[in-house]
């Protein structure tokens, strides 16, 4: 008897957890957000065909909407912006200063659905530019300078993501002025996704530029 309770124990512990595992599965694991701009490293004519690739596929949708990411060939100003992408949605503009040979912080801006918000982004820049703490006296000169400019209503404009349908991301992408468009699958959710755009200085591949410059 002192031996057949113990392993009865054993056998009602095992038959719990089997119940427990039944009744209560293993939540699957998460899905990997989806990415906008080219990864680090990647040659730059990789990623324009990639980005190109991605507007074709999603005009098999026809009208439904999609997030989508757009690189500048180079700086421009807010009101481009706004001229541009007229009906789209704004939903986020990406301003770095160009300053030669100087690495100049990126600096995206969320805004609401009107024009006037749009517009107000370089200024929204600068404040926090303003705020920020940098690390070394040179970092701190650098966003000084940025956020000066940025206030002066400087052609800072990089990139912005957008909401549209293909047809409109199609428009966007002839303008003369736009290097890349990439567009997200139809189910890609908002704020699931990381954003990382193709910079005017970027040539060859996506790599950091020089930094020795005066700012």
Do not use: K
């Not at 600096?107 to 690390?135: H, K, Q, T, Y």
């Amino acid at each position: 008897m002192g031996r057949v309770l113990p392993w009865a124990a054993v056998v009602v512990l095992v038959v719990a957890v089997l119940v427990a595992g039944w009744t209560s599965p293993p939540r699957p694991a998460p899905v990997g957000s989806d990415t906008l701009g080219p990864d680090n490293g990647e040659v730059v004519a990789d990623y324009l065909t990639r980005a190109a690739d991605s507007l074709t596929e999603a005009e098999a949708d026809g009208d439904l909407e999609h997030w989508g990411l757009v690189s500048f060939a180079d700086t421009v100003g807010i009101d481009r912006v706004v001229e541009l992408t007229g009906e789209v949605r704004v939903a986020q503009v990406l301003l770095r200063v160009p300053i030669d040979r100087v690495q100049t912080p990126l600096v995206p801006v969320a805004v609401p659905e009107n024009a006037e918000a749009v517009r107000r982004a370089p200024s929204v820049a600068a404040g926090r530019l303003s705020l920020m703490e940098f690390g070394t006296e040179r970092a701190a000169r650098v966003g000084a300078v940025s956020a000066q400019r940025l206030a002066g209503g400087c052609d800072c404009v990089v990139a912005a993501v957008l909401r549209g349908t293909p047809e409109q991301f199609r428009a966007v992408a002839d303008a003369s002025d736009v290097r890349a468009v990439e567009v997200l699958p139809a189910d890609a959710i908002a704020g699931r996704f990381a954003v990382t755009p193709l910079l005017p200085t970027h040539v060859e591949t996506v790599v950091p530029g020089p930094d020795d410059g005066e700012a």
